[in-house]
Antibody, heavy 119, light 107 residues
Framework: EVKLVESGGGLVQPGSPLKLSCAASGFTFSSNWLNWIRQAPGKGLEWVASINPDGSSTYYPDTVKGRFVVSKDNAKNTRYLQMNNLRSEDTAMYYC????????????WGQGVMVTVSS | DVQMTQSPSNLAASPGESVSINCKASKSISKYLAWYQQKPGKANKLLIYSGSTLQSGTPSRFSGSGSGTDFTLTIRNLEPEDFGLYYCQQHNEYPFTFGSGTKLEIK
C-alpha cells in the first residue's frame, strides 16, 4: 500500500527556518517525482515544489523560489522541504504528494503537517 | 502563470441528483486538467486527470470533459460519500495551479 507521511511541522517565528520530511512506504522515490503542496487555513491549494526521481531537477513557484529547497535521501526513502526565512503568509498545512507512474499528476497524498509562522 | 477559475464556489444537491463543476483556464492547457476531492481527515484523492481519464478506483458516476480553456466535472447519481470539496488543477505547465475549490454539500 502506498503511503506518505509528513513530519516536522510546528510553530516558528518569522525569519526562522524549518525542515519538513515526507517518508514513503509501498513504493520507492527513485521511481517517482515528489511534490509539496500547501493550503493556508480556509484557503485553496498551492503547489510549492517538485523534485524528480534522481534529484537532478527541482521546480518552485516564484512565491517560494530562493527560500524553499527540496532534497532527497534515497536510503531513507524520504524527501525533505527546507523552508528558510519563513513569513506569516507561509502558514499552512503542507502536503507531500507523489506524481504517479505514467500518471502526470498527484496520485497519492499525505495527510499533511501544519506550519504556523507567528511571533 | 495559468489562472484557474472554478465555479460555483458552493453547491448543494441531494443524493441521486447530478451536478457539474466548471473550471476555466486563463490560457489553453490542452487536455491537461485534473480533479481532486478533499474531505476532512482523509488524504486528498485524485479523481480524474488529462481532462477525462478516470483514476483507478474512481467510480464511473464521475466524468470529466473539456479541452483548451473550459473543463467540467460531472457527478451523476450523487452518493452520500461524494460530498466534500473539489479542486481542479492544470498539469500542462509549471507552476502547477489549482482552482479555488467547490464545496459540494447535502441539500
Amino acid at each position: 500500500e502506498v503511503k506518505l507521511v509528513e513530519s516536522g511541522g510546528g510553530l516558528v517565528q518569522p525569519g526562522s527556518p524549518l525542515k519538513l520530511s515526507c517518508a514513503a512506504s509501498g513504493f520507492t522515490f527513485s521511481s517517482n517525482w515528489l511534490n509539496w503542496i500547501r493550503q493556508a487555513p480556509g484557503k485553496g491549494l498551492e503547489w510549492v515544489a517538485s523534485i524528480n526521481p534522481d534529484g537532478s531537477s527541482t521546480y518552485y513557484p516564484d512565491t517560494v523560489k530562493g527560500r524553499f529547497v527540496v532534497s532527497k535521501d534515497n536510503a531513507k526513502n524520504t524527501r525533505y522541504l527546507q523552508m528558510n526565512n519563513l513569513r506569516s503568509e507561509d502558514t499552512a498545512m503542507y502536503y507531500c504528494a507523489r506524481r504517479g507512474t505514467g500518471i502526470p499528476v498527484f496520485d497519492y497524498w499525505g495527510q499533511g503537517v501544519m506550519v504556523t509562522v507567528s511571533s | 502563470d495559468v489562472q484557474m477559475t472554478q465555479s460555483p464556489s458552493n453547491l448543494a444537491a441531494s443524493p441521486g441528483e447530478s451536478v457539474s463543476i466548471n473550471c476555466k483556464a486563463s490560457k489553453s492547457i490542452s487536455k491537461y486538467l485534473a480533479w481532486y476531492q478533499q474531505k476532512p481527515g482523509k488524504a486528498n484523492k485524485l479523481l480524474i486527470y488529462s481532462g477525462s481519464t478516470l483514476q483507478s478506483g474512481t467510480p464511473s458516476r464521475f466524468s470529466g470533459s473539456g479541452s483548451g480553456t473550459d473543463f467540467t466535472l460531472t457527478i451523476r447519481n450523487l452518493e452520500p460519500e461524494d460530498f466534500g470539496l473539489y479542486y481542479c488543477q492544470q498539469h500542462n505547465e509549471y507552476p502547477f495551479t489549482f482552482g479555488s475549490g467547490t464545496k459540494l454539500e447535502i441539500k
